[in-house]
Structures are given as structure tokens and as C-alpha cells.
């Protein structure tokens, strides 16, 4: 792979998790704040990415996939999100920030498997070439944490004003962007495009006890995310959200060493 294409698929990997860092950890706080949201309504408007993760897939592949350009699909939904979170930052009503926040989840979760879909596209060996440029996503998700501390908006609609800029900046980028088209030509059964086959990797046992450790992992992931930040605030802790980013910078770490740990100790005892 080409030294300017593995630089330009960098550069939007940091985009895009800038951007979801910039308003996804701060958000309870917010609520709470200036909404004077409750526990239940930050929870549920946390819950409207989890509904929006569960509906992407069915988008991506029966409309993305079939029809459109991935990058060209990632700049409208980009620029419609900035929209979206510029919104957020003006609604003054929890039910009205709840339906903004779940139409923005529902515009930004396809543009995460849209941009590994465009980065596998121009890759020769995803082993080796995906971790450090998905790293970079992970940078941008630390970098918004540090920016948000340095600026002094952590308790501010500022956070959603910026996440708001650098997501339509990602949309425009994103139309220049390697060209990656759509790969089915053929119709497809209804099972295949709703994702219903892959039902059958349940019958795999490595599978399934991945998956039900998955499910238990993202349990209290979902509390830290919701709740932390807010927490942390009211107990009378300075740039929270710079500080929360060293869980990200650990993970930065992990996705460096998988190919490593993979080569050396397998993928079996490293799991």
C-alpha cells in the first residue's frame, strides 16, 4: 500500500473518532446540566447508539454495499450528522434531545464499518496494515479528550459545537477519499442481506463464548461511558475528560501489539 494512501485512510480514522470522542464522553454531563436530566434519561439517551448499532448493519448492507460508493455514503452522513450534533447542542428538552441524539447515532454508527469497509479496500495484508491505521482512531478519540481540557468546555455546549465542525469536515474529506464501489452486482437473498446467515456462526463454540463475553464486557462499559464523567465532575475533579482519555491510550497500545502478540504467542492465548 501506497505512503500517501496509508496517511489519507489515517487522517480519517482520526476524524472519525474524533469526533464521537468529542461529544460521547461528555454527554452525561451535559445532560445533566443543562437538560436537568435524570439517570434514566442519560441512560436512555446513551442507549439510542446501542439501538443505532444494532440497526446500521441492516443499512449498510442492503443500501451501501448494493448501491453506492462507501466514501460517498460516509460524506452525506457525515455532513448530516454535523447537522444533527449542531442541534443537540440548541434543544433545551430531554424527549427532543433524545430523538436528535438517536437520528445522529443512526447517521454516524454506518460510517464506522463504511470506513473499515473503504481502509480493507486498499489493503494487500489487513493484519498487518489495518492496527496502525485504526490506531489512529484512537489518537483522535485521545487528542478530543485533551482538546476539551485545554479549551475549558468540558461542562459547555462547545463540545457538541466541535464534534459538530470536524464532522462536516470529515464529510467533505470523505468525498476524496480512495473510490471504493459497491462490490455486490447480484441480487442477494432477503436471509443474506438482513444478516440472518451469520446466525449460523452461533453453532461455532470459540464463537458463541466470544460473543457472550462481548456482551458482558460492553455491561459495564456502558455505565463508565454514561456515567463517569459526570461522577468525576461533581466530585470536584479538574479536566476530566483529559484524564479519561488514559483509557484509550491503553488501548492505543493493544491495537499496536496484536500483530506482535499474534505472530508470537497466537491468536488462541492471546485472546
Known sequence: MKTKTTIVLSSMMFLQYYIWGSWYVTMGTFMSKYLGSTGIQIGAAYSALAIATMISPFFVGMVADRFFAAQKVMGVLHVLGGILLFMASRITTNGAFYWIILFYSLAYM???????????????????????????????????????????????????????????ALGLYSFFLPDTPPQETSASSAKS?????????????????????????????????????????QSGMQNTAGKMVMGQISEALFILAIPFLFNRIGVKKCC
Open 110 to 168: 454506518p460510517t464506522i464499518a463504511l470506513s473499515n469497509s473503504v481502509a480493507f479496500r486498499q489493503m494487500t495484508d489487513i493484519g498487518k496494515q489495518f492496527p496502525p491505521i485504526r490506531v489512529f482512531g484512537t489518537v483522535g478519540w485521545v487528542i478530543s479528550g485533551f482538546m476539551i481540557s485545554l479549551l475549558g468546555i468540558e461542562q459547555t455546549p462547545l463540545t457538541f459545537y466541535m464534534a459538530a465542525i470536524v464532522s462536516v
Open 193 to 233: 442481506v438482513m444478516g440472518i446467515d451469520a446466525l449460523v456462526l452461533f453453532k461455532d463454540k470459540p464463537y458463541l463464548i466470544f460473543f457472550i463475553a462481548a456482551i458482558f464486557v460492553c455491561i459495564p462499559l456502558s455505565f463508565y461511558f454514561g456515567f463517569a464523567n459526570l461522577y468525576l465532575n
